[in-house]
């Protein structure tokens, strides 16, 4: 008979991030090595999920500097933006381009958090 949490074992040894369930919240284990107590609820962390800017983040995007993943040697400033496009430099391109091809100078991804 496998162990109950066997299938969240196995994916910890494989490297996937592991939460415990303390009754009220979800927690990260970083620092120790899960104990796998029969009585803790365990399971693999949910993955972040990127999605693209929209028109309702204009103000924090209008200004930002970003440079194309290919490494291409140049930067570019948004400058404008629509509904449906951003304005990156001299090209409009649709929100899925700029968190595609694009990061920030930072490399923080062109993208916000699906909530």
């Known amino acids: 008979?496998?162990?109950?949490?066997?299938?969240?074992?196995?994916?910890?040894?494989?490297?996937?991030?592991?939460?415990?369930?303390?009754?009220?919240?979800?927690?990260?284990?970083?620092?120790?090595?899960?104990t796998w107590n029969?009585?803790?609820?365990?399971?693999?962390?949910?993955?972040?999920?990127l999605i693209p800017f929209d028109f309702t983040d204009a103000e924090k995007l209008i200004g930002k500097v970003v440079r194309h993943k290919e490494g291409f040697d140049c930067v570019a400033v948004l400058l404008e933006c629509n509904l449906q496009h951003i304005c990156i430099g001299n090209d409009f391109e649709i929100y899925e381009v700029l968190l595609q091809d694009y990061t920030f100078l930072d490399d923080s991804p062109c993208g916000k958090l699906k909530e």
């Open 1 to 34: 008979m496998k162990h109950k949490h066997y299938d969240v074992i196995v994916a910890w040894a494989n490297g996937e991030e592991v939460q415990a369930n303390n009754g009220a919240k979800w927690y990260d284990i970083t620092s120790w090595i899960p």
């Open 38 to 49: 029969e009585d803790v609820e365990y399971r693999i962390k949910p993955k972040s999920e």
